[in-house]
């Protein structure tokens, strides 16, 4: 499939000249490929990211040239807060400005069920391909495309889409499943040559693994990808690889210049690239995108004060409370996070619970109150861990009680005796899963917040366990525990002996 295109790469172009088969010198045409990934954040953070920032590069580069693709590599339409209120319909709405060449479904885009994500493929202004994303009968999903073919001067750029197979333990797809990257892009490839391609571009939003076979298998000319967040730019192969980060922080530029040459095997296309990693804390804001992410923001922050449900029992979240001993608010997160995974167990740390107050029985509970108790922005990871890594992390949370430490766990799914006056390691007694012991041999679905499962407070013993669902692919905690209290209007959370201190 790859005779009949011979690929070049030459970094740092100045002027591309091409030799044609008689040896004249001939210009080639350029083409321009802005591409980003991963965005869910609709304004910038630290002075980087978001879609007006994104806006203002798209736009320098088209005033730069006529033939211009912007390309997204998935995952928009969750998690964010907002998305825990309009199910990702404000993305959709900001991304629709931007005109984009095409998107590809990522995981997150199944976050809400199939029947949303078909609602924000319906909304879109833009292609959004799902070459891969099938139901039973092999149909891809409503309104997605398998391919599209763009017209670039004299040539033809084709384009499909793939989304990992992980989206299957990532996400909620429902009927729908995903058939194997390196065989979709193979018929794919065929398939748009045959209909005149000059060059093959996978659209991606798939994981390291899949990138890795697809650029070993040498199957199409521009690998543009998302799902893992990394910023890399890689020709090997016969494969421009190219993922720019994540939240447009920062955008991939490449500049692919396309001729024909003619040999004694006839006429030939021929390509070369450089591209180049632009930081977005360069530019300032689009003004009329800022303007309507502010209008958003403003809808969010409204958002807030709307009502969950009552708490029928008090509430403290003191830091003295929440630091220290087993506490209602604690468990309540704790339960909402195991509700929402479907985990055998689940960890709250006390440190991530920072409203500092209480809450009488009776207390009308709003977005806004979970938001300032949550404030972190933390998303839920769900791994496989043995029963001796619970044991060792209940170590870790009990160790430091005697400082305040916000390592303190507040815990689903078991429970624990301790004894808070022996030495820092030795301190969990007992621990009891559906009422027996904890096998510390046994494995056990357990969730957690990305933060200590990234080994944060001390908690190392996660950072290299099986993910089931990672830190992109998780949803936000506090989206959890809205849902959670909202879905039965009173909760009655209560200090009930999940953990007892034994001296």
């Not at 998305?83 to 095409?102: R, V």
Request: glycine fraction near 10%; avoid cysteine; hydrophobic fraction near 40%.
């Amino acid at each position: 499939m790859k005779r009949f295109v011979v690929r070049w790469l030459l970094v740092a172009l100045t002027m591309p000249l091409f030799f044609t088969g008689a040896g004249v010198l001939a210009e080639a045409t350029k083409l321009t490929i802005v591409h980003f990934n991963d965005l869910d954040r609709m304004g910038a953070k630290g002075g980087r990211g978001g879609v007006a920032k994104l806006a203002a590069i798209i736009a320098e580069q088209r005033a730069s040239n006529d033939n211009v693709m912007v390309t997204f590599g998935g995952d928009t339409i969750s998690p964010s807060l907002m998305s825990g209120l309009d199910q990702g319909a404000h993305m959709i709405d900001l991304l629709n400005q931007l005109d984009l060449t095409a998107m590809v479904l990522g995981n997150h885009e199944f976050d809400f069920g199939p029947e949303i994500a078909k609602e924000r493929i319906a909304e879109a202004n833009f292609p959004i391909l799902g070459t891969n994303t099938v139901d039973p009968d092999g149909t891809i999903i409503d309104g997605a495309l398998a391919s599209i073919m763009v017209n670039t001067g004299d040539f033809k750029i084709g384009i499909f889409g793939l989304t990992t197979v992980g989206t299957l333990e990532k996400s909620s797809p429902g009927e729908y499943t995903f058939m194997d990257p390196l065989e979709v892009a193979v018929d794919q490839t065929v398939k748009l040559r045959e209909e005149g391609a000059d060059l093959i571009i996978a659209l991606a939003h798939t994981d390291t693994v899949e990138d890795q076979i697809l650029v070993e298998n040498e199957v199409v000319d521009l690998l543009l990808s998302g799902d893992d967040h990394t910023q890399i730019t890689d020709f090997s192969n016969d494969t421009l690889f190219v993922e720019s980060g994540g939240q447009a922080e920062h955008v991939t530029v490449i500049d692919v210049y396309l001729d024909r040459e003619e040999d004694d095997d006839g006429i030939k296309t021929v390509w070369n690239a450089d591209y180049r990693v632009i930081d977005s804390i360069r530019y300032a804001e689009n003004p009329e995108i800022a303007a309507h992410v502010a209008d958003y923001e403003a809808q969010l922050d409204e958002q807030l004060n709307v009502e969950l449900g009552v708490t029928e029992t008090p509430l403290d979240t003191r830091r003295e409370t929440i630091r220290g001993k087993e506490a209602a608010f604690g468990n309540l997160v704790a339960d909402a996070i195991r509700n929402a995974t479907g985990a055998d167990i689940s960890f709250a740390n006390g440190g991530g619970i920072r409203g500092d107050r209480t809450y009488e029985a009776g207390t009308v509970l709003t977005r806004r109150d979970i938001q300032s108790e949550l404030p972190f922005g933390n998303k839920t990871v769900v791994m496989e861990v043995t029963g001796q890594v619970i044991i060792d992390a209940l170590e870790n949370g009990f160790s430091r009680i005697e400082d305040g430490s916000g390592r303190y766990p507040h815990i689903s799914g078991i429970k624990v005796v301790v004894n808070p006056d022996a030495d820092p390691g030795s301190r969990v007694v007992k621990v009891n899963h559906n009422g027996a012991p904890l096998d510390p041999n046994g494995t056990f679905v357990f969730a957690v917040n990305n933060y200590l499962a990234g080994g944060g407070d001390g908690y190392t013993m996660f950072a290299d366990q099986k993910r089931i669902v990672n830190e992109y692919a998780g949803v936000l905690d506090a989206v959890q525990v809205f849902n959670y209290i909202s879905s039965k209007g009173t909760v009655a959370p209560m200090v009930e002996g999940r953990i007892i201190y034994q001296n």
